[in-house]
C-alpha cells in the first residue's frame, strides 16, 4: 500500500529556517511527518545571517529564506507567499488614514531587528530606496518580541505578516495603510548548489512545492478583520 511504501522513507531531515518561519514551518511539518512517521525531522531556528553559515559550512540538509543568498552558489526555489506590513499599536492615530506616505513613517518610533537579521535588511533596503532613516527607539532581537511590543505601545514595525499567525482576534495590533505596502515577496528552500540531496531532503522539496501554500494556507487563522480589511479592498492578501 501506499501507506507501506511512505513507511520506507527512513533517515534524518535536518532543516535552518530563519526565525520569521517559525511561524509556518513547524504547521508545515506536521502532516509530512504524519505521512512520513520514520523521518526524523531536526530544525534550527535563527536570523538570516546565521541561517546563511550554516549553508556556507553544509550544516544542514536544507534552508528555508525569505531571499536567496547574495554571495553563494545556491539553487534557490520559491514555494510560499510573504507580504510584509506595517504594524502599529491598533489604537494608533495613523490606523484611521488611508495611503499613508513613506516620510510619515519614519518619524514614527520604529522597532528594529537586530543586524543580521533578513527582516532588517529588507525594511533597510525599502528606507534606502526613498533616501529615509527609520526613526529607530529600540533594537530587539525577534520578531516575535517586536510585535508584543507594538502592541504594548513602544513603536511601529515593518514584518512579516505570518508574525500574525494564529493571532486570533486582536484590536492591539492594526496593519498600516502604507503607500508602497504590502511588499510582496516569496519564501525560498535554498541548499548548495551541487549538492547531492538524500531521498529524504527530495521528498521534502516535493512536498514543498506541491503542498505547501495550501497547507500553509489551510493551518493558518484567517486574519481578524479590522487587522486586514484594507488589504482586502486593495486587491486581496494570501
Ligand atoms: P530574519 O528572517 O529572522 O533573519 O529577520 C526573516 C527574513 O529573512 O526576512
Redesign the pocket.
Known sequence: TVADLQGLKKGSLRLAV????KYFVPRLLGPFCQRYPNIDVSLK???????LERLSANSEDLYI???PPENFEAEAQPFLA?A?VVLAPGDHPLSHQRNIPLERIAREPFLM?EV???????VQRIFDKYNLQPNVKMQIG??EAIKQAIAGGLGISIL?HHVLALEGGTDKLAILDVVGFPIR?QWHVVYAKGKALSVVARTFLEYLFSEGQQIAERTSTPMPEQLYSYLLAAEGVE
Do not use: H, K
Open positions: 530563519v526565525t520569521t518561519a531556528v535563527t536570523n538570516r545571517g546565521r541561517v529564506l525569505a531571499s510573504d510584509l531587528r543580521g537579521s533578513g527582516t532588517r535588511q529588507t525577534s520578531s512579516s515577496r
